[in-house]
Nanobody, 120 residues
Framework: QVQLVESGGGLAQPGGSLRLSCAAS????????MGWYRQAPGKQRELVAT???????KYADSVKGRFTISRDNAKNTVALQMNSLKPEDTAVYYC??????????????WGQGTQVTVSS
């Protein structure tokens, strides 16, 4: 079994910054892709950013130039630095990992989510 634990959410003012972190633990052989999704009230869950094991990243158009995703392969962690926050960034943010476990089976896991609220 694998657990993803997120931290770092909270309240920020428009134009402010927050940093989200996610740590994966458990039966992990290799984490191939890690990422962040978000879901605002009444909306579908959407991709925010992903990063591969080799460091290739992609972003939603809405966050390009403001958010930066990074990962530490040795520690099985991923972070999302969010700058120039806007009220429309308000959502529950979920960490996700596509990994291979010790049985060499591909698996996908999600964290429990962390609330980000951008408001003055």
């Amino acid at each position: 079994q694998v657990q993803l634990v997120e931290s770092g959410g909270g309240l920020a003012q428009p134009g402010g910054s927050l940093r989200l972190s996610c740590a994966a633990s458990g039966s992990i052989f290799r984490i191939n892709t890690m990422g962040w999704y978000r879901q605002a009230p009444g909306k579908q869950r959407e991709l925010v950013a992903t990063i591969t094991i080799s460091g290739n990243s992609k972003y939603a158009d809405s966050v390009k130039g403001r958010f930066t995703i990074s990962r530490d392969n040795a520690k099985n962690t991923v972070a999302l630095q969010m700058n120039s926050l806007k009220p429309e960034d308000t959502a529950v943010y979920y960490c996700t990992a596509d990994l291979t476990d010790w049985s060499l089976s591909p698996k996908n896991y999600w964290g429990q989510g962390t609330q980000v609220t951008v408001s003055s």
